[in-house]
């Protein structure tokens, strides 16, 4: 029975010499679109204006943003835009195909959101389901549920949100191809779009709040979710202005089951038990004294000499919008030097991370293979200080290439970003809810650099598939900590 992150973790640990074939049931494929059967959907506006700004800006500002009075319904669209669309077709057999601007590992998707909407002009209070395919909203409430909301999540009472976005996993979705380490990718890709709409909220000036700590009952009931097909992974609010005010406070009444049964996404679903003994491990909401866990020195591998990031300016090649929706896996890299400040640029994007809550999940690290002025060799991030510290000096690039199941082309990149935890550290200050937290976080980050990358013109693809025990051994980690995400970035062919 699984208890702990390390016990999941490596559960579904890759080992080359037992990894033993899966079959895809390609007939069995799970269904990409979540859709209800009889509710009349509300079209979002498509041609709205999106903000103009460079990417390196936008991260690097330390404005706070501004709690919302109201916002319209072109508001919303926007950020529902910029949390997650649809950008490139690929014609295939069984039709066409469409990729999305935040990345899935093996573009399965199993990422869904919601809106629980109070005074948007232009749509009636309600609670709503984002359909991405034709952007537009499926009213599945009617009202305002802004108070049992705040009651479920950790909202402070002066800030009753003027929309709470929630992100969900639909397991089977992911499962489907990487059975019990599918967890893995729930919670990493629901990181990706995370960080969109994080991006999106701080574009358009809005101060808003991410919470992985609410209770999964209360809050998969209101979604009409029966939180084993699919489950509620994490909250984001953006601020409004309002006193919370228990007058009228609204219950959410018990969905018809039609609702529970849009989660489902074949035929012939299977349940993977890791997969469920995990998510209900992290069920308890654990008080948050993870603020000061100091991961940066819980892994083993430690460094004497930090440098300070240096502030770059980068060519960016677009606004980040664009480089939002041009954002692709790219896998062509070609052995030729990053240059020096995007390399720092990147850098930078990684500690200027707006996530202060759960932050100390992780600690970011960096192998440098190519880069401009800095050497060889594998370093660990201090996001506090901004700077970078030498573990050890060396070229690691190939060996990691072979690790992550011999993925020969990472070889080519610059750099490859490492995320890193030590599992029993973050089950201590979290309970096994902290899994969530820093996987969550390791995607946000992923989503950024692909971001960042795109802008600078740079490749960029994230690696979940790897060999973890020759990840750790490579590593130096110790015999608590893991790899829990890769991130390669590097020059690509034009
Ligand atoms: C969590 C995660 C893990 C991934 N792991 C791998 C991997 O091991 N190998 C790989 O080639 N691509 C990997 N990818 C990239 C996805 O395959 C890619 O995002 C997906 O096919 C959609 O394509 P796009 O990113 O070009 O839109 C990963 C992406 C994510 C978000």
Known sequence: MIKTCLDYHQETSYDRHRMGGHFLDWAD????????????RVSLPREVELPKRRFSSLVLDRMAGR??????????????????TLTAK??????????????????LYPTEIYAATRGVTGLDDGLYHYGLRDHSLTPLRSGNFGASIMESGKIAEEEV??????????????????????????LLDTGHVEENLAL???????????????DDDRVNHLLGLDGKREAALALISLKGQDVLSMQGKREADQLPASIFQASRVSAKEVEYPAIREMHEAGRDKRPEMGQDAGMLYALGPASREWREIESSSRNEIADYPDCVFMRRSKRNFVRSPLRKNHAAGLLQALCASDQEEYKEALCPGVLIGMVEGMEQGFYLLDRNRKASGMVRQGSYLDTMAHICLDQAWLANAGVHFLFLANLDLVDRSWGPRGYRYAMMVAGRAGQRLY???TAM???CCGIGAFYDGEARELLGLNENSRLLYLVAVGVVKR
């Open 457 to 459: 013109g740079l490749g």
């Open 161 to 186: 949100p003027v929309v709470t976005f929630f992100l969900t996993a639909i397991f089977y979705r992911s499962a489907w191809k990487y059975r019990a380490r599918a967890y893995r990718y729930h």
């Open 200 to 214: 999106g909220m701080k574009a358009l000036g809005f101060s808003y709040d991410a919470s992985y700590h609410f």
């Open 67 to 84: 709690p919302a009075t109201t916002i319209d319904l072109d508001t919303l669209s926007r950020l529902l835009l910029l949390a997650n």
């Open 451 to 453: 971001v960042a990358s």
């Open 29 to 40: 494929q799970p269904a990409l679109f979540k859709t209800y059967e009889g509710i009349e």
């Open 90 to 107: 690929a014609r295939t057999q069984g039709g066409d195909f469409y990729f999305r601007s935040a990345a899935s590992a093996g573009a």
